[in-house]
Structure formats: C-alpha cells, structure tokens
C-alpha cells in the first residue's frame, strides 16, 4: 500500500494544533492561569501574561510547521499496539520545546525571518523571546503533571527522566552548532563523525525524545524503546541534513528562508564539511573566508554554493542521509510487527529525506 504522508502530515496538523492549544492556551484568563500556574498568593497580572506568553507564542505556532514530531509519536504508538487517545495529550512535548528552540535558534544566529515572516526577537524583543523559548521548553510538561492518576509512577519517572536526558544532550548539540560557526574551536577541521553527533544531539535529540517517550507509554520493551529512539533520532538527522542542501539550492525552501543563509551563519553543514575536506587548497581557504565573513552578499553565497557544488557535496550528503535511514530501519523492522504503522513510519522516514521544503 502506497502512503501519502505529506497529506498525512497536512490532516494531522489542524488536529496537533487543537491539542497544543488545550495545554498552551491562545488566551489566558483567571481559570486557565490557576490550570498552569495554581492559585495565586497575591494576584495574576493575566494582560501581562497575554502579551508575554500567549501572542508571541502563538504568533510563532500560526506560522506553520511540519508537526512531523507530534505524527512521529503517533505512528509508533499505532504500532506497538498503545492506546493513542490516552496518550495523544503528550505529543506537545517534543513539539513544543522544538519550537522554543526555534525562538533561541534565531537570536543565536542573528537570522531575520522564520517562516517567511521576521523573527519573534525582531517581533518583540530579545527578553520577549528569550523567556517566551524558555517557557516552551516547560509548559508541556503539564500534561504529565496533570496524568498522575492515568499512568503508573514507574511509567512517569521513566518519561521524566526521558525528557531530562535529552534536553541536556540538546543543550550540547547546540553548544557544538554555535561554537563552530563562530570560530570557536576546530571548526575548520571538523570531521564527519563530529558533525553527525552534533545534529544526533541538536535535531535528533527531539525525535528520539518523541520515539522514546511514545514507546514507553506504549508499556514496549526496553529494546523496543532503544530500537525506536535510536531510529528516530536518525530520522532527525536527515531530516537536518535535508535541511542543509536544501538551503543550497534554488526552490519553495529558499524562497521563504533565502538562498545560502546558512552561509551567511558561518554554517559548518554536512555539504560544507564534505567540501572543506575534499577541495584543492585555493578552494578550501576561500570557502573558508567567505563562511569567516558572516556575509549577506548574495554574490558570495553564491560563489560559496559554486565552491560546494564543485565537488558534488550536495550529492554526496543525499546519499548519506538515505543509507542512515536505511541502516536505522533495518535495527527496527525486525522489532515490529507487519502493520499499516509500520509502512507509515518507513515511509515517513523517506519522505523526510526526499522532501523538498
């Protein structure tokens, strides 16, 4: 059977959306902040909190989005057989937190638009969308706050501690991606290996976080869980490495985010490492200085892409994200069972590494 996931991702994604609303309100008034935040000891400034928390989170949130995370998580609660109307609440974990890293992302790389529109620190202000990230990395946690009564404690403290591991791993991933771009260690020698644990903790690290915690509440294996984290997280990094090319060519993906930005970031993505260790000297110390320049001069971008092109990088780091998804997929395919789930979570994997925005 044949499965069509960019319309699945489509018909899921008002549905995602009215669940993430349940938990991170558009509108806050004095039930909603007793829900979140308890009873107040003295009084709830709710305007404030509405001006603060709701519009610029929600602001961001209407501008779209894949939610190919939350459809992760759903898809592998299909297909070991878990109940997804108990756990459909918790898929705005991972969705959550990876748009508040979205809102530190662009002041950590001084980008300009998101999603076709200007930045939430452009918006509103750096305090505005430094605290506003901060809450998105929290807030949906509450919907494991309030199952206390729904899952066993064993079943919580193991998603729980899920989630403390890879916020902390995403922290480091991020911490290798800044320190790279602006010169800060080795990052004209980087090699191959280090960029893929980069992007395992950095982009993986939300997927694995979905893969992991769906199977746990999902009462899988430990296996079962490793197997599923471990694919997941692969996923997430080609997804990244799509990321990366498709930041270098022409089409729908550029046009909202513009040709070679991630040349202007000093960027060491996958094309340009690959470039970096295969170029003649000339070429080298040149894609060196341009990525140093943190330029916006379209002409150097694009003589940065013609350099990276020149040894067929883009190519090479396509096929490298389809062996990883092939790879991942052979450690899970034995672990499950024949179903519909399975064909959708194979097939996601490939749409994501196909995609072309």
Same mark, same amino acid.
């Given at each position: 059977?044949?499965?069509?996931?960019?319309?699945?991702?489509?018909?899921?994604?008002?549905?995602? %959306?009215k669940i993430?609303?349940?938990?991170?309100?558009?509108?806050y008034?004095?039930?909603?902040?007793?829900?979140?935040?308890?009873e107040?000891?003295?009084?709830?400034?709710?305007?404030?909190?509405?001006?603060?928390?709701a /519009?610029?989170?929600?602001?961001?949130?209407n501008?779209? +989005?894949?939610r190919?995370?939350?459809s992760?998580?759903?898809?592998?609660?299909e297909?070991?057989g878990? %109940?997804?109307?108990?756990?459909?609440?918790?898929?705005?974990?991972p969705?959550?937190?990876?748009?508040?890293?979205?809102?530190? %992302?662009?002041?950590?790389?001084?980008?300009? !638009?998101? @999603?076709?529109?200007?930045?939430?620190?452009?918006?509103?202000?750096? *305090?505005?969308?430094?605290?506003? +990230?901060n809450?998105?990395?929290?807030l949906?946690?509450?919907p494991l706050?309030?199952?206390?009564?729904?899952?066993?404690?064993k079943?919580?403290?193991?998603?729980? /501690?899920?989630?403390?591991?890879?916020?902390?791993?995403?922290?480091?991933?991020q911490?290798?991606?800044?320190s790279?771009?602006?010169?800060?260690c080795?990052?004209?020698?980087?090699?191959?290996?280090?960029?893929?644990?980069m992007c395992a903790y950095?982009?993986g690290? !939300?997927?694995?976080?979905?893969?992991?915690i769906a199977?746990?509440?999902?009462?899988a294996?430990?296996?079962?869980?490793?197997?599923?984290?471990?694919?997941?997280?692969?996923?997430?990094?080609?997804?990244?490495?799509?990321?990366?090319?498709?930041?270098?060519?022409?089409?729908?993906?550029?046009e909202?985010?513009?040709l070679?930005?991630?040349i202007? /970031?000093g960027?060491?993505?996958?094309?340009?490492?690959?470039t970096?260790?295969?170029a003649?000297?000339?070429?080298r /110390?040149r894609?060196i200085?341009?990525?140093?320049?943190?330029?916006? *001069?379209?002409?150097?971008?694009?003589?940065?892409?013609?350099i990276?092109?020149?040894?067929d990088?883009?190519?090479?780091s396509?096929?490298?994200?389809?062996s990883?998804?092939?790879?991942a997929w052979?450690g899970?395919d034995?672990?499950l069972?024949p179903?519909?789930?399975?064909?959708?979570l194979?097939?996601?994997?490939?749409y994501?590494?196909? @995609?072309?925005?």
């Amino acid at each position: 059977m044949m499965v069509d996931i960019q319309k699945m991702l489509a018909e899921q994604a008002p549905i995602i %959306d009215k669940i993430i609303e349940k938990w991170i309100p558009k509108k806050y008034d004095d039930n909603i902040m007793k829900f979140i935040f308890g009873e107040a000891k003295y009084k709830y400034n709710i305007d404030c909190a509405n001006k603060s928390f709701a /519009e610029p989170i929600w602001e961001f949130l209407n501008r779209g +989005g894949k939610r190919w995370r939350p459809s992760l998580f759903l898809m592998i609660v299909e297909a070991l057989g878990g %109940d997804k109307n108990k756990v459909f609440d918790f898929v705005v974990i991972p969705e959550i937190i990876h748009n508040g890293t979205l809102l530190h %992302d662009d002041i950590e790389d001084r980008s300009e !638009l998101r @999603r076709g529109k200007p930045c939430t620190y452009i918006l509103y202000g750096v *305090d505005v969308a430094i605290n506003t +990230g901060n809450a998105m990395y929290y807030l949906p946690l509450l919907p494991l706050i309030k199952a206390r009564d729904k899952f066993d404690a064993k079943i919580l403290v193991k998603v729980y /501690e899920t989630y403390a591991r890879e916020m902390t791993n995403l922290s480091l991933g991020q911490a290798m991606d800044i320190s790279w771009h602006n010169g800060m260690c080795n990052a004209n020698s980087l090699s191959e290996d280090e960029y893929l644990q980069m992007c395992a903790y950095k982009t993986g690290t !939300l997927a694995r976080m979905s893969a992991k915690i769906a199977a746990i509440l999902s009462n899988a294996t430990e296996e079962q869980t490793e197997k599923l984290g471990a694919y997941a997280e692969t996923v997430g990094v080609a997804f990244q490495i799509q990321d990366d090319i498709l930041n270098l060519v022409e089409g729908e993906f550029t046009e909202k985010k513009g040709l070679g930005e991630d040349i202007t /970031e000093g960027k060491r993505s996958l094309p340009v490492i690959h470039t970096l260790n295969e170029a003649i000297p000339e070429d080298r /110390e040149r894609m060196i200085e341009i990525l140093n320049m943190h330029t916006n *001069d379209q002409e150097l971008r694009n003589e940065a892409i013609t350099i990276i092109k020149k040894y067929d990088s883009i190519e090479y780091s396509k096929e490298k994200a389809r062996s990883m998804i092939l790879e991942a997929w052979n450690g899970v395919d034995r672990i499950l069972k024949p179903s519909l789930a399975k064909e959708k979570l194979k097939a996601f994997a490939d749409y994501l590494v196909e @995609r072309t925005i």
